[in-house]
DNA sequence: GGGACGCTTGCACAGCTGTGCAACGCGCAA
DNA sequence: TTGCGCGTTGCACAGCTGTGCAAGCGTCCC
């Protein structure tokens, strides 16, 4: 099956060469690669006469040639399990569209739950030189952090907690801190929390910050965790938290999805006003939550804020192989609507 | 700025190479490349000398320099606009994971608006060699076509509507003649059709067909566009479509991210009932469409299998590069929940 | 007019691999 | 023992680029 594609019926149409643009504007190879190299010493004339046959024949350098002779592929992988769901997409294009500004080439790895595909993502990634790697946040692909960590390629990772590494976080914690304490002062007593069971960094310090922060102001705060962070995990949740006789009446949901679930169980199966009756607030501030139909108060984390950060960390990293890890922590900002207000300062609650 | 990344305070991590390999193993270089060739002519216990040599350095063939000899990259470029949004999104991911799996290399373009960023993204692809190129449907990047017509790589469009090109493509038109039919079969007689003007050849083909087969019936139709085909414009094709005195009683949305914003513009602000006063059918099957709030009925597209459909296109092009382009049309079943019911077979509306 | 200097340009090599061709060694048969 | 054949291995080249080095040439100044 492979084979077709590699099969050579015609022998793949060559591309033109410097060497087919020389000969036709009647230069040595070499001035040709110099007039494609900014600040090489070529005359203006030539440079002309050179550029002028290229345009002609289509000529354009051969990336593949100039990064196996400089080592660099400009190559960059993208790591992530399950892209095309929720925030993963949106960082992904955002990473993407960033990179390529840039000159970079974007891999999408989509990297798997089974072992093989583990292996032949890393086949290609680490076969194709590629220069550095950004692994997105989801379940963790260690293996790929142990190879790039001993091929000492430079590794950026968002969302996912690791040692000795460069990363780049939101501040899950003073959201949620923040959450707990503005649930509190709008007179709410009894919290709960609707996380996942995935474990991830992330979603674990969401949790650990809201329920400490909400203990500490002795409230009641109730947990349930789906099998998984998105809207199937989300009900499982929702089902958990509203079954018990003492109803909550604020959650935090650790995730857009996993709040959407929510909403969507209790107005329309337990039909509960929100957020007269509970009050949900989520995290990622996805498209959906400006919907008609959820209106969700939310906390936003831009996805083209978090990749132009995460590239810059790349190119600081590659500038200086040898310096010490560094871990970036950004700010989110809870975008108001309609499933939960704050007492706004001062203000009395309306 | 890029410079971070260009400079060299380390001279780049030299990977190890066959060389070393073959140093380490004390045979010649040749004898390490055969070692990695399938079907190459090498004593066992040389190979085996050599792979253990090769797992002892970490050694991973440079596919770089392979490709170079070969002329082979085994990168495929995903180009599409907005690839973070809607069904774009699942195809992207899917079509990811099957080029991995076949050992190819995904490269996401993210073609943005500006001719700048289409530029720098066609210098990467063609830069880097790419041996295929796939077209997600969305705003037409036309110059892409042409170039790679011209530099005869093979290209696969999904969605995108263009002559002597290998194409791949749900059957819109099929969809949207039966389910008008299916409309009046139930007793519609005002149908309504949310549309946009994006003028993606998916999305006038739907138009067309539905408007056609219902006038063909004798029913009305109404035809609002919004100005894009998301969220925002599924709002104002509803607030059109329902601001007439006389109000459909069916619409077909093109989308179902506009099916999205029909409903919830006709239940949130609207006070209408679905489907007891306005039947909606959408178009693509994502995952919300099954969420609680919606359970919309819509036409199933599996990103999946035109993901593999795409790859088996491009590989039987790349066998046969003369060969006549091939348009492909693949089914949408219609998958049924809550939003509209069709007449069952024989069975009265009930 | 001659020498020195600076800008251009070509040569050759490096970077890493796959493969045709020839050589080499070994086993087997005559 | 010699010759033949086959499996294995090394050499060398191709594929395409960037760049140090030296040579060439023109120009300017003394």
């Given at each position: 099956m492979t084979d077709a594609l590699n099969g050579k019926p015609h022998p793949a149409p060559r591309f033109v060469s410097a060497r087919d643009v020389a000969e036709l504007a009647g230069v040595s190879r070499s001035a040709v690669s110099r007039a494609f190299t900014p600040g090489a010493s070529v005359a203006p004339e030539t440079r002309e006469k050179i550029m002028a046959a290229a345009a002609r024949l289509g000529y354009q350098v051969n990336d593949l040639a100039r990064g196996l002779l400089a080592n660099r592929s400009r190559i960059v992988g993208l790591v992530a399990t399950k892209p095309e769901v929720g925030f993963r997409a949106h960082l992904t294009a955002a990473l993407a569209a960033v990179l390529i500004r840039r000159g970079s080439v974007p891999v999408l790895i989509n990297a798997g739950e089974t072992d093989e595909e583990t292996e032949a993502a890393q086949r290609t990634l680490f076969g194709h030189r590629a220069e550095a790697v950004i692994v997105l946040s989801g379940s963790p692909p260690s293996s790929f952090i142990e190879l790039a960590r001993s091929n000492g390629l430079p590794l950026v990772a968002i969302g996912r907690e690791a040692t000795e590494i460069d990363l780049i976080q939101t501040d899950n914690?003073?959201?949620?801190?923040?959450?707990?304490?503005?649930?509190?002062?709008?007179?709410?007593?009894?919290?709960?929390?609707?996380?996942?069971?995935s474990g991830t960094p992330a979603i674990v310090e969401r949790e650990q910050a809201f329920v400490a922060e909400a203990t500490r102001h002795?409230?009641?705060?109730?947990?349930?965790?789906?099998?998984?962070?998105?809207?199937?995990?989300?009900?499982?949740?929702?089902?958990r938290l509203f079954a018990a006789a003492e109803r909550p009446s604020?959650?935090?949901?650790?995730?857009?999805?996993?709040?959407?679930?929510?909403?969507?169980?209790?107005?329309?199966?337990?039909?509960?006003?929100i957020p007269?009756?509970?009050?949900?607030?989520g995290f990622d501030d996805l498209p959906e939550a400006a919907w008609l139909g959820y209106r969700l108060t939310t906390f936003r984390q831009d996805p083209l804020d978090l990749a132009e950060r995460a590239v810059a960390l790349l190119e600081s990293r590659a500038a200086d192989p040898s310096a010490a890890p560094v871990s970036l922590r950004i700010e989110a900002r809870l975008m108001i609507r309609d499933t939960f207000r704050p007492v706004a300062d001062g203000a009395p609650a309306s």
């Amino acid at each position: 099956m492979t084979d077709a594609l590699n099969g050579k019926p015609h022998p793949a149409p060559r591309f033109v060469s410097a060497r087919d643009v020389a000969e036709l504007a009647g230069v040595s190879r070499s001035a040709v690669s110099r007039a494609f190299t900014p600040g090489a010493s070529v005359a203006p004339e030539t440079r002309e006469k050179i550029m002028a046959a290229a345009a002609r024949l289509g000529y354009q350098v051969n990336d593949l040639a100039r990064g196996l002779l400089a080592n660099r592929s400009r190559i960059v992988g993208l790591v992530a399990t399950k892209p095309e769901v929720g925030f993963r997409a949106h960082l992904t294009a955002a990473l993407a569209a960033v990179l390529i500004r840039r000159g970079s080439v974007p891999v999408l790895i989509n990297a798997g739950e089974t072992d093989e595909e583990t292996e032949a993502a890393q086949r290609t990634l680490f076969g194709h030189r590629a220069e550095a790697v950004i692994v997105l946040s989801g379940s963790p692909p260690s293996s790929f952090i142990e190879l790039a960590r001993s091929n000492g390629l430079p590794l950026v990772a968002i969302g996912r907690e690791a040692t000795e590494i460069d990363l780049i976080q939101t501040d899950n914690p003073a959201a949620a801190r923040a959450l707990a304490g503005a649930f509190i002062e709008a007179g709410h007593k009894r919290l709960a929390f609707a996380g996942s069971e995935s474990g991830t960094p992330a979603i674990v310090e969401r949790e650990q910050a809201f329920v400490a922060e909400a203990t500490r102001h002795g409230a009641d705060v109730a947990v349930a965790r789906g099998p998984d962070t998105d809207y199937a995990g989300g009900l499982r949740a929702a089902e958990r938290l509203f079954a018990a006789a003492e109803r909550p009446s604020a959650v935090f949901a650790v995730n857009d999805l996993v709040a959407f679930a929510l909403i969507d169980h209790l107005k329309g199966r337990l039909g509960l006003r929100i957020p007269e009756d509970v009050a949900v607030v989520g995290f990622d501030d996805l498209p959906e939550a400006a919907w008609l139909g959820y209106r969700l108060t939310t906390f936003r984390q831009d996805p083209l804020d978090l990749a132009e950060r995460a590239v810059a960390l790349l190119e600081s990293r590659a500038a200086d192989p040898s310096a010490a890890p560094v871990s970036l922590r950004i700010e989110a900002r809870l975008m108001i609507r309609d499933t939960f207000r704050p007492v706004a300062d001062g203000a009395p609650a309306s």
